[in-house]
């Protein structure tokens, strides 16, 4: 890139780009973490902090980190940063941290933060570097609670269940039952409506594209993993 | 060795090293912090199976570790008051529908349920999780009882003949429950007096 475009940066992380529904990276929290809107926006949120610091530490170590060391310095940069929110949070943000903890760790597992050090991070300047870790994190918070939100919904027939727990009371009005508490279809918040509703809204993404009359991104085309 | 490789090496070898001492420096810095949570919560959670009046010290200090009779190492939590020992917790293991269930039960010294929660479960959501005080109040229910109230033969779900309702759709789970709490009362009735004794 000779001119850095911040716009197609935020763009591609919230949306053409999107890190589980073009790229189809990170699946096994974007399944294993929305069994509701609130825990997939908290695992969203504790990614994106942590591709943000990692995608930032990658790009200002660019010029020593050697072709044929990367991935093991990236993979222990990511662990590293993992290890770091983790720690903090329990010290000091503990009651967030007694509704997220159990995401944190599954962050290493992750491959869409080791896709964009790979693919973005070490290419590119610091700035662009932290904004595309921001976004992309973004991105990933926007799909995995889309993705509890569709589940939630049909499967316990709530919306943002203890949202209140993860950003605090003020946000009690987000709490809504939509449907009545023996009406949810149990599959849906087991492991088969992780990937029915993940699979229905890829081809819905690819639907709006369509409609949008864009050309389809394919996934993969400079992923790792 | 080629001299390219001894590059690599070193560079990976500095970045383990420069990461491994940010995060010792990190560990010393909320190591403190994080016991003293970690103290907060298990009294948080202690204080629901040992009621306050029964106590005027902090049972999460005044601790025995002994073996269950599967061989697992459990941590006794005393409850005394006035030095007396008026109550104990301890964790207790029963098998559920999807794996082990960790509970924790608080008895009194005559061996009475002062209350039951569960710790961690792989129940079901929506069917076997209603053993959680968030779902339901059907484990509330085991407070009060001992392992002659009922008789022990009656320690089971109405299933297998006992006194204990199973929830629609659950019997495995209640199940699991009803035999861990009836093993951890005949642990206590077994091993009482060394639960009690020990330094405080």
């Known amino acids: ?225 | 060795m080629k001299q390219g490789t001894m590059i690599h090496a070193a560079i990976l070898g500095a970045f383990c090293l420069g990461f491994g001492i940010m995060l010792a420096l990190i560990e010393q810095v909320t190591a403190e912090d994080i016991k003293a949570r970690a103290m907060e919560d298990r009294q948080a959670s202690l204080s629901q199976v040992l009621p306050a009046e029964i106590l005027d010290n902090n049972p999460v200090t005044d601790t025995v570790v002994m073996k269950n009779d599967e061989g697992k190492e459990i941590t006794v939590f005393r409850a005394r008051k006035g030095g007396e020992v008026t109550g104990m917790a301890y964790e207790i293991f029963g098998s559920g529908y999807a794996g082990e269930m960790k509970l924790m039960l608080g008895v009194d010294a005559a061996g009475n349920v002062l209350g039951v929660r569960v710790l961690a479960h792989k129940e079901t959501p929506g069917l076997g999780d209603k053993i959680e005080t968030k779902k339901g109040d059907w484990i509330l229910k085991f407070t009060g009882l001992s392992l002659g109230n009922p008789p022990v033969d009656k320690w089971k779900v109405k299933k297998d003949g006992g006194q204990f309702d199973q929830f629609s759709g659950a019997t495995i789970t209640p199940r699991g429950v009803v035999g861990a709490i009836r093993k951890g009362l005949e642990f206590f009735a077994v091993h009482k007096a060394e639960m009690m004794g020990g330094a405080q």
């Open chain 1, 1 to 225: 890139m000779e001119t850095t475009q911040y716009g197609r940066i935020v763009r591609d992380g919230l949306w053409e780009n999107n890190g589980v529904l073009s790229m189809l990276l990170g699946m096994c929290p974007a399944m294993a973490m929305t069994t509701s809107a609130t825990n997939g926006f908290g695992m969203g949120l504790a990614t994106a902090v942590v591709m943000a610091a990692s995608n930032l530490l990658v790009s200002l170590f660019r010029n020593y980190i050697t072709q044929e060391v990367r991935i093991p310095v990236f993979i222990l940069i990511v662990a590293a940063m993992v290890t770091l929110v983790d720690l903090t949070m329990n010290a000091w943000m503990h009651e967030l941290y007694k509704v997220l903890g159990l995401f944190i760790p599954l962050i290493v597992s992750n491959c869409l933060p080791l896709a964009r050090l790979e693919a973005f991070a070490a290419k590119e300047k610091p700035l662009p570097a932290l904004m595309d870790g921001i976004f992309m994190g973004l991105g990933f918070t926007l799909a995995l609670t889309a993705i509890g939100a569709v589940r939630e919904i049909t499967g316990s027939g709530t919306l943002f269940a203890d949202a209140s727990l993860l950003l605090g009371p003020a946000f009690k009005f987000m709490e809504m039952r939509l449907l009545p508490a023996d009406m949810g279809i149990l599959m849906m918040i087991l492991p088969p409506g992780g990937f029915l509703v993940t699979g229905l809204l890829v081809v819905a993404k690819r639907l709006i594209d369509l409609a949008a009359g864009k050309e389809i991104q394919m996934g993969g085309a400079h992923s790792v993993a």
